[in-house]
């Protein structure tokens, strides 16, 4: 973990809710599932950053996909290309990539750490589930079809694929392994699916990023023992079997 000074490079409007930030700068390798804390602001308002996953990491940057739902995502999408921007990564624990069958989900944002770890996985099923045709960003990460076996879009509204909800089409149980990201409620149908074979990013809020604040703490089973860990230390990336599902 390390504050790195960043520019921003590019900042691409890809849909009303969603940008795409490409920030440039010497940054230490990240790992897929693993998250910076981005200043959204040039000034100290808001004093805290962000967190968000790492959706690529090139030689000499890190892009970000980002939703505006407050303040703070607003004024990210404000920032213009050459500004100073500081950012505090890698920080958390990711996914553990393995060799075999892997089923990569994601809803909404939740496909940003999917992005990543795309990039190091081939011949896997990609369930992509959006509000609508609009908030689904296959064409910004080309690699997410190249490299898949098979895709599946889910929207809402039906405008592209199947239509529905992510959790009406997950694939039946025969994958070594399931990588999901998305609302809680669809997490925790993919943990139904998939006991014991499945990893999932926790998007809880944070203050810190980085173990200080305890503000992002979550609920786990660990040695036969409910216990409170800090997501932003312990996750965002956690195994499906030690969470305790009906804190959500
Ligand atoms: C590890 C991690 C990775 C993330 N990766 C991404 C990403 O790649 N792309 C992306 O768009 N967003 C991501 N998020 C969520 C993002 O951090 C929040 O949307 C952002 O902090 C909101 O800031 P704000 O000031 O705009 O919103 P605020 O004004 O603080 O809040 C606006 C609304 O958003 C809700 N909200 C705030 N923070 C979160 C959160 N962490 N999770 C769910 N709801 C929240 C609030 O409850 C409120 O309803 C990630 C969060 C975490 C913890
Ligand atoms: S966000 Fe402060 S301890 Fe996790």
Not at 133 to 153: K, S, T
Not at 163 to 175: A, D
Not at 185 to 212: D, I, N, W
Request: net charge positive; hydrophobic share 40%; proline share 6%.
């Amino acid at each position: 973990m390390k504050v790195v000074p960043g520019e921003v490079l590019e900042n691409r409007r890809l849909s009303q809710d969603f940008f795409l930030l490409k920030i440039g700068g010497d940054f230490p390798p990240a790992e897929p599932g693993q998250f910076a804390m981005v200043s959204v602001s040039s000034s100290l308002e808001p004093f805290l950053g962000r967190p968000f996953g790492i959706a690529m990491q090139e030689r000499d940057a890190l892009i970000f996909l980002v939703k505006i739902v407050g303040r703070g995502t607003a004024m990210l999408s404000r920032r213009r290309r050459g500004e100073k921007i500081s950012l505090v990564t890698p920080l958390g624990k990711g996914f553990s990539p393995i060799q075999g069958r892997a089923l990569l989900a994601g809803g909404g944002s939740g496909i940003v750490p999917l992005v990543f770890l795309a990039s190091r996985l081939s011949g896997y099923t990609l369930v992509y589930g959006a509000r609508t045709r609009r908030e689904v960003f296959l064409d910004a990460f080309p690699h997410l079809q190249e490299r898949a076996r098979e895709v599946v879009v889910v929207t809402e509204d039906g405008s592209l694929g199947k239509k529905g909800l992510l959790t009406r089409h997950i694939p039946p149980g025969e994958f070594h392994m399931a990588y999901v990201s998305g609302p809680w409620a669809m997490m925790r149908e993919f943990h139904r699916v998939y006991p014991g074979k499945a990893e999932f990013s926790l998007e809880t809020r944070m203050a810190c990023g980085f173990g200080a604040c305890f503000g992002c703490a979550v609920k786990v089973m660990r040695e036969g023992r409910e216990r409170m860990v800090r997501a932003c230390v312990e996750g965002p990336v956690f195994k499906g079997e030690e969470i305790i599902w009906t804190q959500g």
